[in-house]
T-cell receptor, first 114, second 111 residues
């Protein structure tokens, strides 16, 4: 089955720690995205990538970093510089960046700072 | 900039009632419009989409029509079921290839 996987499902971080969230897709999609969801809010774009070894900042990139070394993988690192990281993180992919392209979402990772 | 406004929730309906969730947008150019659904603790699933004015998207009994003259994309379903209880997000395509989301509307359907 083709799809997007995210791991772990739940993640707990201590103050001052960096953590990395995994996102893998086997849909052969070129574009991948990271969104953050807070309670009662829509999703906000953190980073996106159109091709391997290239990525761009979204609306709320401060305190986050990404890499795109392989087409199928787009990990997100939440650094200690992110002041309020507790949120639900969603990874998505689409075949391209055309405005008609559907984005497919993973099941999400819930990050909690202790 | 581009933005989406959808009706505040929560919305509570009885089974078999008619559903409307309002969505209006502000955008330059010709964005595509989407409705996504999120079940508790899960990611988002595409419900339907429309890529140009007057297009009607439909899926699983849900419908929405892209109205450029009123900048709207309201979601409707003629008869809701308990299994439709979820959070519904209206979204439009952004210039970065991303999606711009509304804040979501929580729907609860009672038997």
């Amino acid at each position: 089955d083709g799809g997007i996987t995210q791991s772990p499902k739940y993640l707990f971080r201590k103050e001052g720690q960096n953590v990395t969230l995994s996102c893998e897709q086997n849909l052969n999609h070129d574009a991948m995205y990271w969104y953050r969801q807070d309670p009662g809010q829509g999703l906000r774009l953190i980073y996106y990538s159109q091709i391997v070894n290239d990525f761009q900042k979204g609306d709320i990139a401060e305190g986050y970093s990404v890499s795109r070394e392989k087409k199928e993988s787009f990990p997100l690192t939440v650094t200690s510089a992110q002041k309020n990281p507790t949120a639900f993180y969603l990874c998505a992919s689409s075949i391209g960046r055309g405005n008609t392209d559907t984005q497919y979402f993973g099941p999400g990772t819930r990050l909690t700072v202790l | 900039g581009n933005s989406v406004t959808q009706m505040e929730g929560p919305v509570t309906l009885s089974e078999e009632a008619f559903l409307t969730i309002n969505c209006t947008y502000t955008a330059t150019g010709y964005p595509s419009l989407f409705w996504y659904v999120q079940y508790p603790g899960e990611g988002l699933q595409l419900l339907l989409k429309a890529t140009k004015a007057d297009d009607k998207g439909s899926n699983k009994g849900f419908e929405a029509t892209y109205r450029k003259e009123t900048t709207s994309f309201h979601l409707e379903k003629g008869s809701v079921q308990v299994s439709d209880s979820a959070v519904y997000f209206c979204a439009l395509s952004g210039s970065q290839g991303n999606l711009i989301f509304g804040k979501g509307t929580k729907l609860s359907v009672k038997p």
